[in-house]
């Protein structure tokens, strides 16, 4: 989820029509996902009704959560789209979108749209789509990949023996740890420049701290 500031001039019922805009050219955004019997499809449906919803400063008096926690968030029906989420309070635009349609840069790429289309920019349309990637890939032949990866990453390394257990969870845990705000302010930082979202960064240094382990 998303809560984006707007400009005080920010003309909205241009950038609803924005966001109409970029919702009638972008397939993902007017997909749902169906099941039958055992089989899960993705469905992309030609029109559908976005709306828009409104948190004022009335219902702020009655409870003083951020806009987010008061009925913003919630579960979508992935059998019933939009699987988006639009809204306005008195200063900010409230974004969200379940994640089985759209990762973190794709929202960033669909925020850059919408800014785009409020502005008069032309929207390029876009000819290939993730389904076209989804119904070749199984197609595709990786063997040269495969064997690129397998000589790059081929070293000699010690066998690592991890501890056996009887009974499941013993000997496990949890650990947490808060990060300093500073901290993932820089981190989301580094992310943005880099092109990444803040899982990947989080990801890679995890990986990062795994080697150290293993050697």
């Given at each position: ?22 919702t ?12 039958e ?12 009704r ?33 699987l ?7 200063s900010t ?17 669909i ?8 502005e008069g920019g032309r929207?390029?349309?876009?000819e290939l ?6 119904a070749?890939f ?12 397998r ?54 240094a ?9 050697g």
């Open positions: 989820p998303a809560e984006i500031t707007l400009p005080r001039k920010t003309d909205r019922e241009r950038l609803r029509r924005a966001i109409r805009q970029v009638e050219q972008t397939k993902i955004l007017k997909s749902r996902i169906v099941s019997a055992d089989e899960i499809y993705g469905v992309y449906d030609r029109d559908i976005i709306r828009f919803e409104e948190y004022d400063g009335k219902e702020a008096e009655a409870d003083d959560r951020p806009p987010l926690l008061r009925g913003f968030l919630r579960p979508f029906d992935l059998e019933k789209g939009p988006f989420r639009v809204g306005f309070t008195e635009l409230l974004f969200d979108i379940h994640h089985i349609i759209a990762d973190g840069e794709s929202v960033n790429l925020l850059s749209k919408i800014a785009r289309a409020y929207l390029q349309e876009q789509w993730y389904g076209d990637y989804a070749c199984p197609a595709w032949d990786f063997t040269e990949h495969k064997e690129f990866f000589s790059l990453l081929a070293c000699e390394h010690e066998k690592m023996e991890l501890p056996k257990t009887k009974t499941a969870g013993a000997g496990g845990g949890s650990a947490f740890y808060r990060i300093p705000e500073k901290l993932s302010a820089r981190v989301e930082r580094y992310a943005k420049e880099a092109h990444l979202t803040d899982t990947m960064v989080f990801l890679g995890y990986g990062i701290l795994l080697s150290g382990y293993t």
